[in-house]
Nanobody
Framework: VQLQASGGGLVQAGGSLRLSCTASGLSFRRYGMGWFRQAPGKEREFVAGIAWRGSSTSYADSVVGRFTISRDNAKNTVYLQMTSLKPEDTATYYC?????????????????WGRGTQVTVSS
């Protein structure tokens, strides 16, 4: 499985970005997917997760109401729509595929990771 994230960039506070992550392989639709982020000098943190059918999602408290995760199994792609961006959202964002079908937040349950895409929010 290979994951390729895209859509990052530089945006002003209050702006929006949509991240995409496309997976290779036929197993995409069987597993949960997640987005994580890591800012310089900080630990990696969970952002959002989505179950295999997209019927269940989970979010970090810091992004609830601002970020939306979705997926298109026909395209092997998971998205992260980010709105009302804040400078503290600045980080490298990684998509990952879970070992299980759920939308869990535990990074240990994610087996495959993409390279990441940089999001920078200016104040």
């Amino acid at each position: 499985v290979q994951l390729q994230a895209s859509g990052g960039g530089l945006v002003q506070a209050g702006g929006s970005l949509r991240l995409s992550c496309t997976a290779s392989g036929l197993s995409f639709r069987r597993y949960g997917m997640g987005w994580f982020r890591q800012a310089p000098g900080k630990e990696r943190e969970f952002v959002a997760g989505i179950a295999w059918r997209g019927s269940s999602t989970s979010y970090a408290d810091s992004v609830v109401g601002r970020f939306t995760i979705s997926r298109d199994n026909a395209k092997n792609t998971v998205y992260l729509q980010m709105t009302s961006l804040k400078p503290e959202d600045t980080a490298t964002y990684y998509c990952a595929q879970n070992r299980w079908p759920g939308a869990g937040s535990d990074a240990q349950t994610y087996a495959y990771w993409g390279r990441g895409t940089q999001v920078t929010v200016s104040s």
